[in-house]
């Protein structure tokens, strides 16, 4: 496998509803899309996960173009590479930006997987044949209205609610949720929305039973985590604060989480959510794929990494539908009785959408060069 150009689509689409967490509300999705071609003509496919802010993490589209045309393509560009796993490698003098990173690594794993002639999920080492999907739902203006899209989406048959609180919506939501639909699996998502002074808080929810409370803690931490892990009952599940798969040997080794949602684009690419995978099997932490608002060729790739049997809980990725009334693949990602089918034709399973894809483009570059500044 040789790479030898790269072409990136910036798009912008509009997102069905638009959707709030604990830091703002993202109406329009501005991303961009990966095209690289190798030296025998395979076509593999990337997209890039960072929002146009960086509220998530530092990443934002702009820094990732950066990284993507002054460094990155051109380390890649006309390598011989025997695998997928050799990409991180190449890249490992230029500190994080994983989500630049994963997106042109995504596109390398497509062609990889074409050039086996197998489904990205099985070059992976992926055998789930169908996965287990939940749903993210955003913040609401009213209690009742949150009640209202929980019940939406329990009617399509997602297999697990995913709510975001923060400081004044929390408690009580929570506890109108399961008023009106019982026991249902039910977890919460504060994006850092609190501290250690939240402590008794944060304890009110243990009696929710919920499945889990996602990064309630500042981004950057995993020592209080810990703390606060050992004073509530609720499992906590780490997202920003896993980037790697040291920063998931940390939270493991300190008793930080019992759970640990892997986004590709957060840890830098398929190779390192593999990696973090297998850890967390070796050690009995749970894991499940989590979400970016992702089209459909990021959407993908969530399916095929989700089919790795440690991902026994049901994850973000929701159907096409969710976010888009016109994907960027086809056929569109579908959802039946909670359950994503893993498509079983070669590469990421589903065709590119060109004509969606060159209807939303704002910008187009093609880069063919191997220079880089060092
Ligand atoms: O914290 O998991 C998160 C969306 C954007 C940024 C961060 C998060 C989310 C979601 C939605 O929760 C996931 C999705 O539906 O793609
Ligand atoms: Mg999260």
């Known amino acids: ?123 992976i080492g992926g055998t789930q044949k169908a996965i287990d999907v939940g749903i993210s739902i955003g913040i609401e203006k009213t209690i009742e209205k949150q009640l209202q899209v929980v019940e939406k989406f329990l009617n399509e048959g997602y297999k697990r609610i995913k709510i975001k609180i923060k400081p004044g919506w929390d408690i009580e939501v929570v506890r109108a949720i399961r008023a009106r639909f019982g026991e249902i699996p039910l977890m919460v998502d504060a994006n850092s929305a609190y501290t250690l002074h939240d402590i008794e808080l944060l304890k009110q929810l243990d009696e929710f039973n919920l499945m889990m409370i996602e990064q309630p803690l500042a981004q950057d931490d995993i020592v209080d985590h810990a703390v606060l892990q050992k004073q509530i009952t609720t499992p906590v599940c780490l997202d920003e604060s896993i980037c790697s798969y040291n920063d998931a040997k940390s939270a493991i080794a300190l008793g930080s989480c019992q759970v640990i949602n892997i986004k590709i684009g957060r840890v ?57 009334d016109e994907d960027i693949i086809y056929p569109e990602v579908t959802v039946a009785n909670g359950q994503i089918e893993v498509p079983t034709s070669i590469g990421i399973g589903y065709a590119i959408n060109r004509a969606a894809i060159e209807k939303a483009s704002i910008q187009k570059e093609i880069i063919t060069t191997s220079k880089t500044p060092f």
């Open 1 to 123: 496998m040789k790479i030898m150009q790269v072409q990136i689509y910036t798009l912008e689409k509009k997102m069905k509803s638009p959707f709030s967490t604990s830091f703002g509300t993202v109406h329009n999705k501005k991303f961009y899309v990966i095209e690289a071609i190798d030296e025998s003509g395979i076509v593999g496919w990337g997209e890039g996960v960072a929002f146009e802010a960086p509220w998530y993490t530092e990443e934002t589209v702009e820094t990732s173009l950066h990284m993507l045309r002054d460094f990155l393509v051109p380390l890649l560009l006309n390598k011989e590479l025997e695998h997928p796993n050799e990409v991180s490698q190449i890249f490992s003098s230029i500190r994080r930006n994983q989500m630049a990173k994963a997106s042109l690594e995504g596109a390398v794993w497509d062609i990889y997987a074409q050039m086996k002639k197998v489904s990205l999920a099985e070059a």
């Open 268 to 324: 830098g690419g398929i190779s390192e959510a593999i990696k973090i995978h297998d850890l967390c099997v070796a050690n009995q932490i749970a894991v499940w794929c989590g979400g970016m608002l992702e089209a459909g060729i990021g959407r993908a790739h969530n399916v095929a990494l989700t089919s790795l049997t440690g991902f026994t809980m049901p994850g973000d990725t929701a159907a096409s539908s969710r976010y888009w």
